[in-house]
């Protein structure tokens, strides 16, 4: 799901390590842009030296994604690394005066990235990018904005986020928002895109109250991101319904989720364990477990940019044998890293044992192990709210076709036949209207989130929530 995982736009994690140039310290404030295959994608590092230790923390701004934590950082000689292996990630450079020069790695692929220093001013302007996106909400709102903090107790995390409440009196319905892979702050901000206000807005503009909130790890959330898993999040978003229903702005039983991606996932398991999730919204949700979601969007992404159809179809052969050894219940964590080497070792042939490691480390993630095995029409089968299944027919990372129709079985299979399902002919993961629907076109595209799409939402909630 947005997939820098399998060159995935949302989730993108970095280790660091950091050399020293004598007399020319990496210390401070770095920017440069990195070209993934046609889309460019804007990353700052901030690295810091005391007390004898290097630190560092990564933005990638277009993403929303600002202050994560840099799990080590090293300086030695001239040479700089920037490494995070547990999503086998490495940035390399040479540093200079005022320029990082270097080389990007992830998963076995490779890219130039050259950095510069970024000036007090930059520092503050986090994306140095003008792109025009007419949706952004604009100052004065109808409506108030609280920022609001709630507790994770179970694993002592305070959460922060935005409460939107309509004027005029209440009590409303509620939503909370959830995101999708990769850590999102509560906008889930994209290539200077923020579809969850522009969610948020339009939503409370039509008498909804919304809660959207910085993923843990993000933002002024606490937590460690890196190793988390969905279930981690979905305890997350449990303690987010049980703030919004508290709420006295909000109707108790009229609180729902809508959740774009994996919080597509996240949702459902969130019904599944509390009766406080009154209704679901599934934007481009998963129907089918995480090991087939992989696959699809893998042949669907390379099909689309006209890679040889024998190739994709042998490269299926070969990660479905991959993704088969999670799936074995005879394995232990040992055996299945010695399995992995070995697959990857034959996969990636002729690429640097450092480049095998840092994939097998990606893999053997808590996230992706997680999400390779789970399959969410086990929890959907448990599912008895309201469901609204949303998709766009350009979706090249969630199948429609192979996740709608999979949703519909588990839903009615748990015998719960409240559920409505519309696919958008033209709007691609984003739910932009899109030509392709690769993700080298979310950036270019101005529109943020389809107008259709957010009536479609509006409506449906209003529509449950006075039955």
């Known amino acids: 799901m947005k997939v820098i995982k399998t060159m995935s736009v949302f989730t993108l994690y970095f280790w660091f390590m950091i050399s020293l140039a004598y007399g020319q310290s990496p210390e401070g404030s770095w920017t440069g842009q990195l070209d993934v295959m046609g889309t460019k994608l804007r990353l700052n590092f901030h690295i810091q030296h005391s007390d004898g230790q290097w630190s560092a923390t990564m933005d990638s701004p277009q993403q ?6 840099v799990q080590s950082a090293e300086v030695n000689g001239q040479e700089v690394t920037l490494s995070m292996p547990s999503m086998g990630i490495t940035y390399e450079a040479m540093c200079e005066e005022d320029s990082l020069k270097g080389t990007f790695k992830q998963g076995g692929m490779e890219f130039p990235l050259d950095m510069v220093r970024m000036d007090d001013d930059a520092v503050g302007d986090q994306s140095q990018e003008e792109m025009n996106r007419p949706q952004e909400p604009q100052p004065p709102f109808p409506y108030e904005s609280e920022e609001v903090e709630f507790f994770n107790q179970a694993d002592d995390i305070k959460l922060v986020g935005t409460l939107t409440i309509p004027e005029g009196e209440g009590p409303f319905p509620g939503v909370i928002l959830i995101t999708g892979s990769g850590p999102q702050n509560r906008n889930s901000e994209i290539f200077g895109h923020k579809p969850f206000w522009v969610i948020a807005d339009y939503l409370t503009r039509r008498g909804i109250a919304v809660l959207r909130y910085d993923e843990r790890g993000v ?4 937590g460690d991101f890196s190793s988390a898993t969905s279930a981690d999040f979905a305890r997350d ?21 809508i959740g774009h991606s994996e919080g597509g996932m996240v949702g459902p398991m969130v019904a599944k364990w509390t009766d406080q999730v009154d ?3 599934l934007l481009a949700g998963p129907g089918v477990p995480g090991h087939q979601v992989l696959l699809s969007q893998k042949e669907a992404i390379e099909l689309a940019m006209g890679i040889d159809p024998e190739q994709v179809a042998a ?18 964590d040992d055996e299945l890293m010695l399995k992995v080497n070995e697959k990857l070792t034959t996969l990636l042939e002729g690429m640097s044992e450092e480049q095998i490691t840092m ?28 469901v609204l299944i949303l998709n766009g027919g350009k979706d090249l990372q969630v199948l429609p076709d192979l996740n709608v129709p999979a949703i519909e079985a588990a839903l009615s299979d748990g015998e719960n036949e409240d559920y409505t399902s519309e696919i958008f002919p033209e709007l691609n993961h984003l739910f932009q209207h899109a030509d392709t629907g690769l993700v080298s076109e979310y950036q270019a595209i101005e529109e943020t989130f389809a107008e259709d799409a957010l009536d479609r939402i509006a ?9």
């Open 64 to 69: 929303g994604a600002t202050g994560i934590k």
């Open 219 to 222: 933002g002024g959330s606490g």
């Open 237 to 257: 978003a449990s303690e987010a319904v049980a703030y919004l229903a508290a709420r006295p702005e909000v109707i108790a039983d009229q609180t729902g989720i």
């Open 279 to 281: 209704f679901l919204v």
């Open 315 to 332: 490269a299926q052969i070969s990660f479905r044998d991959l993704y088969d050894l999670f799936l074995r219940e005879d394995i232990d």
């Open 359 to 386: 994939t097998q480390a990606q893999l053997l993630s808590p996230w992706m192990k997680y999400f390779i095995r789970h399959d969410p029409a086990v929890v959907l089968r448990q599912v008895t709210c309201p």
């Open 459 to 467: 409506s449906w909630i209003n529509e449950v929530t006075t039955r």
